[in-house]
């Protein structure tokens, strides 16, 4: 089992920032990638994802330019800095994790999911 922790949202006005943490915890043998997704209504969205094998992390065009995604290794934790929010921003925001456990099975785990709500 491996589990997921999401912290750091919360209420801001359009142009604020926030910074969401994500950790990663359990049975992990090797983490291969951890990213941020988003559902402001029916269906969830990609906004960042960043490989732990040094590879380019990616973005939704949505996002580009406001938001940056930064992983501590050792920690199995990821944060999305999100600078410039607009209200569309509003959503809640799921971190995600995929890699392979102590025994060898891949894994995709997903957190409880955090609310950000920018005002305008």
């Known amino acids: 089992q491996v589990q997921l922790v999401e912290s750091g949202g919360g209420f801001v006005q359009a142009g604020g920032s926030l910074r969401l943490s994500c950790t ?3 049975s992990i043998g090797s983490v291969y ?3 941020w997704y ?3 209504g029916k269906q969830r969205e990609f906004v960042a994802r960043i490989p732990f094998n040094g590879m380019s992390n990616t973005y939704a065009d949505s996002v580009k330019g406001r938001f940056t995604i930064s992983a501590d290794g050792a920690k199995r934790s990821v ?3 999100m600078n410039n929010l607009k209200p569309e921003d509003t959503a809640v925001y799921y971190c995600n994790a995929q890699g ?5 099975e ?3 785990s997903w957190g409880q999911g955090t609310q ?3 005002s305008s």
């Open 24 to 26: 990663a915890s359990g």
């Open 33 to 35: 990638t951890m990213g």
């Open 38 to 40: 988003r559902q402001a």
């Open 79 to 81: 944060y999305l800095q």
């Open 100 to 104: 392979r456990t102590i025994d060898y």
């Open 106 to 108: 891949s894994f995709e």
């Open 116 to 118: 950000v709500t920018v």
